[in-house]
């Protein structure tokens, strides 16, 4: 893996040093995550609508595409793809290098023009993904943009980059997806894991069951008596096709056997009972009906959903699972199956709901509390949360499961940010700042795995309790979302927190320009923290 370094050469017309000896904000490279090895050189490069584009491949012209599109709904400039022999040009061409790997690039910015280098269609995307970032934090003047002179070498440190949505707790709708995935996209994150069911609402179109959504969808979070929201399956598919676009690829969540609620108000045939401070929390794994329901239910999930993962959740069922060690249903069949107690229960019927899914082709991805499930390993990818429980991550790593991983601390985004926050989550007061963020990696943790790639990478989490508003949403995740993408693209060793932050104040411009209500780590905060207002019209800090 390579050493993340930044070289800078002197511009010839003079190059301006702060006092402390560091280099001024406009030397560093603008690019977010930071490529692995960057020059910068006393080169400029006119950009202007009359600028060709080029590529030697029709693997590229997606990426050309998009590139097009990007140009012009942020600079208002119209590249044509053409034919520029000896002229100044975008060139997009096939990589020589033997060893780059997926998602590797090279970018060259000079007075001739850009030239991006790939051996495939995710590489040359990041490649044009960075000269965005180049571009849209560039000089304009009249008609054309002013770019410095760059050179870059970059490769990405996990494939794994994700992001997950929670969309029951409050509903958001597909416009506001589809800005959370652009901007991944130019953050360079490739994993959108879409959590569309759970206790307060069922967000998702199932044609078989039509009561999911349409009372299932009723409520959220703090409003039990909201009008149902849910996404339509064809809506599904325009947000799973604008992300392949974009070289992400979007995992589902169904939530079972706990978390139930919002189904089992649709149909309540299914429940398996629950608790006081979660009612109908469970589906019932006694009833053979149950298993039939939910793999119809995956099945049509399945084909909405080309990643061919499916996230069963799998997580805190004993929150609502009591009136298991009662049911007639659930003790016949521990009877039967000789199941010594209702974690015997959930496994069994994690395995069967498993065994489903892999009919379909489709691998399991399940919370860290499945680590004990014995689900086949070759099939199945554990997301450990827990970050109290590390045990659980060496048992995972241990039994040879590919892992994903995204600690509460510091990679839950509802928490706070910042110490004089009073609206949001926190952990024995402990909270996850922009710098938490940045200096997770996920290289601490691979002394522990039994193979390289058996950490796939890492992720962020929002749960959307105390998020009723876009507003609220934005806050939590800008600028944490950019610290999240260079914790999963760079190399652990070589990361520099203050380097970071002089190369975000020209992102906090473009969030500006957004219209993003985003957080300001620096002096004198430019937006305040967003209250939330919890059930009954309260106000509220969870401590847990």
């Known amino acids: 893996m ?36 960057v020059l910068k050189t006393n080169t400029l490069f006119v950009l202007n609508s009359n600028t060709p584009i080029v590529s030697d491949n029709v693997v590229f012209k997606p990426i050309v595409q998009y590139l097009q599109e990007e140009l012009l709904k942020t600079q208002q400039m119209t590249l044509s793809m053409q034919p520029a022999p000896g002229m100044p040009a975008i060139r997009f061409v096939l990589s ?34 960075s000269l965005l970032q180049v571009i849209r934090q560039s000089k304009r003047t009249k008609e054309s943009l002013s770019l410095a002179g760059w050179k870059m070498e970059d490769q990405p440190a996990y494939g794994w980059r994700g992001f997950m949505l929670d969309e029951s707790r409050h509903f958001f709708g597909m416009e506001k997806v589809k800005s959370i995935l652009d901007w991944m996209a130019f953050y360079k994150l490739n994993k959108f894991h ?33 009008p149902a929201q849910y996404y ?21 969540e169904i939530d079972m056997p706990g978390h139930a609620t919002a189904a089992n108000k649709a149909y309540p045939e299914f429940s398996g009972g629950g608790a006081p401070g979660h009612p109908e929390f469970t589906f019932n794994p006694g009833k053979e009906g149950t298993y ?71 691998k399991l991805l ?6 004990d499930g014995d689900l086949p390993k070759e099939k199945t990818i554990i997301f450990w949360w827990r970050q109290d429980k590390p045990e659980v991550l060496k048992s995972a790593l241990s039994k040879g499961y590919e892992t994903v991983l995204c600690p509460r601390l510091p990679l839950y985004f509802d928490f706070v940010q910042d110490s004089t926050h009073r609206y949001g989550r926190k952990w024995n007061k402990t909270y996850n700042p922009l710098e938490s963020v940045y200096a997770f990696s996920g290289d601490d943790y691979q002394s522990q795995a039994l193979h390289k790639n058996q950490i796939l990478g890492i992720q962020a989490n929002l749960w959307t309790e105390t998020v009723q508003t876009e507003q609220r949403l934005d806050y939590l995740l800008f600028p944490r979302i950019a610290a999240l993408a260079e914790a999963a693209w760079s190399p652990g ?35 305040p923290e967003p209250v939330k207002v919890g059930k009954g019209g309260k106000r509220f800090n969870t401590e847990l």
């Open 2 to 37: 390579l050493m993340m370094k930044l070289k800078i050469k002197a511009w010839s017309f003079g190059l301006l040093i702060m006092a402390s000896g560091m280099a001024s904000a406009q030397d560093y490279c603008p690019v977010i995550p930071a490529p692995v090895t």
């Open 96 to 129: 020589s290098k033997k060893k780059l790997p997926a998602g590797g690039y090279s970018l060259e910015i000079n007075k001739d023009g850009v030239t991006i280098a790939a051996k495939e269609s995710a590489g040359a995307f990041y490649g044009a993904v």
């Open 194 to 226: 879409w959590h569309l069911t759970d206790e307060p609402a069922w967000r998702i179109e199932i044609k078989r069951y039509p009561k999911l959504a349409l009372v299932g969808g009723l409520g959220n979070y703090a409003n039990e008596f909201a």
């Open 232 to 252: 339509t399956q064809e809506q599904v598919k325009e947000v799973v096709a604008y992300a392949a676009a974009r070289f992400i690829t979007v995992i589902p």
């Open 292 to 362: 039939t329901y939910l793999s119809n239910i995956l099945k049509e999930t399945n084909v909405l959903f080309p990643s061919a993962m499916v996230h069963l959740g799998g997580d805190e069922v004993s929150y609502g699972n009591q009136k298991w060690a009662a049911d007639p249903e659930i003790l016949s069949l521990m009877k039967d199956k000789n199941l010594a107690g209702t974690k015997e229960v959930e496994t069994y019927f994690m395995k069967r709901m498993a065994d489903s899914l892999y009919r379909m082709n489709a």
């Open 366 to 371: 399940v919370w860290d509390e499945m680590t």
């Open 493 to 527: 060793k070589g990361k520099d927190f203050s380097q970071f932050m002089q190369r975000l104040k020209g992102h906090l411009a473009l969030y500006e320009a957004d219209a993003i209500y985003y957080y300001d780590p620096f002096p004198g905060h430019k937006y």
